[in-house]
């Protein structure tokens, strides 16, 4: 299941909800990526997206992760709006019967979501505005993983 | 067809959503990145560094030599910088 939205997100309760009246779960693996204020430069932060195409990319993602390990439920919640440092941005959880696959899961669909979902982050501080840049890193994380069949790219 | 610019790419063309009539030869990405950079230097600044600016067709990802076929909505933005 995949959310955009601007409210924050509670990741306890998110998790039960992936638990709920299921037996059949043996690992959730859950990560959060929060505002960080970059030791003061950073007082806030503005998430832009391309909606329509944001819930289009998340669903994309997901499905390819499904397809690759054998998950049991999969979350991605993303926020939008303007956040403060210590605000939660991102939430993924990944539920599988054995830790690897959660694990694993969960971590392609943090590496695949930071290059493809179309958000931008704007970040505003004492020293004034500005867009973030793509990293390289996240590039390269994205480009450890075989690429989907039919990849466009 | 309706264009779109997200991030700093909307900042510099100073609008998020237009809806144009293509003049006829452009076939692509990069050729309706030339035509659009002929509009006015606003245009000539968002695009100044083509190579930056990512494409949408139809919400899609696409490359600059993708065609344009039928195409409703083409998008503009910057390499993505959610999670």
């Given at each position: 299941m995949i959310r955009v939205q601007q409210e924050d997100f509670d990741i306890g309760a998110?998790?039960?909800?992936?638990?709920?009246?299921?037996?059949?779960?043996?690992?959730?693996?859950?990560?959060?990526?929060?505002?960080?204020?970059?030791?003061?430069?950073?007082?806030?932060?503005?998430?832009?997206?391309?909606?329509?195409m944001t819930e289009t990319e998340l669903e994309h993602i997901e499905t390819e992760a499904k397809s690759r390990w054998p998950l049991q439920a999969s979350l991605i919640v993303h926020r939008t709006g303007t956040l403060r440092p210590g605000d939660n941005i991102v939430l993924v959880i990944t539920a599988s019967e054995h830790r690897q696959a959660a694990f694993e899961a969960a971590k392609f669909l943090m590496d695949y979501l930071k290059t493809s979902a179309p958000f931008w982050k704007r970040e505003s501080g004492p020293e004034g505005d500005r867009w973030v840049e793509a990293s390289s890193r996240d590039e390269s994380a994205h480009g450890r993983w075989e690429p989907p069949k039919n990849a466009a790219e | 067809m309706r264009l779109l610019y997200f991030a700093w790419v909307r900042e510099k063309t100073g609008i998020d959503v237009e809806v144009v009539e293509l003049p006829p030869g452009i076939a692509t990405i990069a050729e309706l990145i030339a035509w659009l950079r002929t509009r006015g230097p606003e245009f000539d600044a968002a695009f100044a560094r083509p190579d930056v600016v990512r494409a949408a067709i139809d919400r899609t990802h696409v490359r600059h030599d993708a065609k344009l076929g039928g195409a409703a909505e083409i998008a503009f933005f910057p390499p993505v910088t959610g999670g």
């Amino acid at each position: 299941m995949i959310r955009v939205q601007q409210e924050d997100f509670d990741i306890g309760a998110e998790i039960a909800k992936v638990k709920a009246g299921r037996t059949d779960i043996g690992a959730i693996v859950s990560f959060t990526g929060t505002v960080r204020d970059c030791g003061g430069a950073v007082t806030q932060m503005t998430l832009e997206h391309y909606p329509g195409m944001t819930e289009t990319e998340l669903e994309h993602i997901e499905t390819e992760a499904k397809s690759r390990w054998p998950l049991q439920a999969s979350l991605i919640v993303h926020r939008t709006g303007t956040l403060r440092p210590g605000d939660n941005i991102v939430l993924v959880i990944t539920a599988s019967e054995h830790r690897q696959a959660a694990f694993e899961a969960a971590k392609f669909l943090m590496d695949y979501l930071k290059t493809s979902a179309p958000f931008w982050k704007r970040e505003s501080g004492p020293e004034g505005d500005r867009w973030v840049e793509a990293s390289s890193r996240d590039e390269s994380a994205h480009g450890r993983w075989e690429p989907p069949k039919n990849a466009a790219e | 067809m309706r264009l779109l610019y997200f991030a700093w790419v909307r900042e510099k063309t100073g609008i998020d959503v237009e809806v144009v009539e293509l003049p006829p030869g452009i076939a692509t990405i990069a050729e309706l990145i030339a035509w659009l950079r002929t509009r006015g230097p606003e245009f000539d600044a968002a695009f100044a560094r083509p190579d930056v600016v990512r494409a949408a067709i139809d919400r899609t990802h696409v490359r600059h030599d993708a065609k344009l076929g039928g195409a409703a909505e083409i998008a503009f933005f910057p390499p993505v910088t959610g999670g």
